[in-house]
């Protein structure tokens, strides 16, 4: 009876320890994923901020320079370039931008989770994409909404409008799902030129970024949970036979 309770004591604890463990790992794996999480989007949100003055500042430039002037930059009389749809429009100022300000955007694209980091105008349109959305308009409808979306107005989308008419401070999150079917998460900090507010720079990060770290993080849990579990079973396993097969039992040997 006494080797019994016994062996009852130490299952209760192994399985008790095995739950204590389990528990704890997955919190403090869960807090590891989560920072992981919350350092992408603050490092997003960084760059939203930093896009935001860079522009701003870029824009100054050229106003100071005499390439463009403040009227210029405040054009919204959008002209229609395509016959097709989704239409593409230009501006007084749309050239330019393409040749001075294209090669900063692409500069925030060298960090990995950054989809897209463009200059929005405050009524949605686009005048310069990112080089890789930026190849020239074919007979491929599906192409062109893959990789030529400079110059297009994007204002009917709600995250694209959201981060439109935000005025600051700081950056606003928002979800946007593009017209190719893809989700994004948008960081958006308002642009100011000449104490007008312009449009915001936005930043998109794709939430299959997002995703794989939550499944990275489950497929961890799932694994450690497996070997903890596992051991704790192998440990059972070793305990119960020699106790229960062990001489104190009173086996008759014949």
């Not at 490092?43 to 870029?58: F, L, N, P, Y």
């Not at 100071?64 to 429009?89: C, G, H, R, W």
């Not at 192998?234 to 008759?252: E, G, H, N, T, W």
Request: hydrophobic share 40%; net charge positive; with cysteine.
């Amino acid at each position: 009876m006494g080797i019994n309770m016994s062996i009852k004591y130490k299952i209760m604890l192994i399985l008790g320890l095995c739950t204590i463990i389990c528990i704890g790992s997955f919190f403090i794996i869960s807090k590891i994923f989560d920072n992981l999480e919350s350092q992408l989007l603050e490092k997003c949100d960084i760059e939203a901020r930093s896009g935001a003055r860079v522009m701003s500042e870029m824009m100054y430039l050229l106003i100071d320079s005499k390439l463009l002037s403040e009227s210029d930059i405040f054009d919204t009389n959008y002209v229609q370039t395509n016959k097709n749809l989704p239409a593409k429009y230009s501006t007084r100022y749309d050239k330019l931008f393409d040749k001075y300000i294209q090669k900063i955007e692409d500069e925030f694209l060298h960090d990995v989770d950054v989809d897209f980091a463009v200059l929005v105008d405050r009524n949605g349109y686009v005048p310069t994409h990112n080089s890789k959305y930026s190849l020239p308009e074919g007979d491929d409808q599906k192409q062109n909404r893959l990789f030529s979306r400079s110059k297009r107005n994007f204002a009917k989308y709600p995250g694209i409008k959201e981060a439109i008419i935000f005025r600051g401070p700081g950056t606003i999150k928002t979800y946007y799902e593009r017209d190719t079917g893809e989700k994004m998460l948008t960081i958006a900090a308002p642009v100011m030129v000449k104490d007008k507010h312009w449009g915001s720079f936005v930043v998109g990060i794709s939430l299959l970024r997002i995703t794989a770290i939550k499944n990275q993080m489950t497929i961890l849990i799932s694994t450690f949970m497996f070997v903890i579990l596992s051991l704790t079973i192998l440990i059972l396993i070793a305990i119960m036979p020699r106790k229960i097969f062990s001489a104190d039992l009173d086996i008759p040997n014949y």
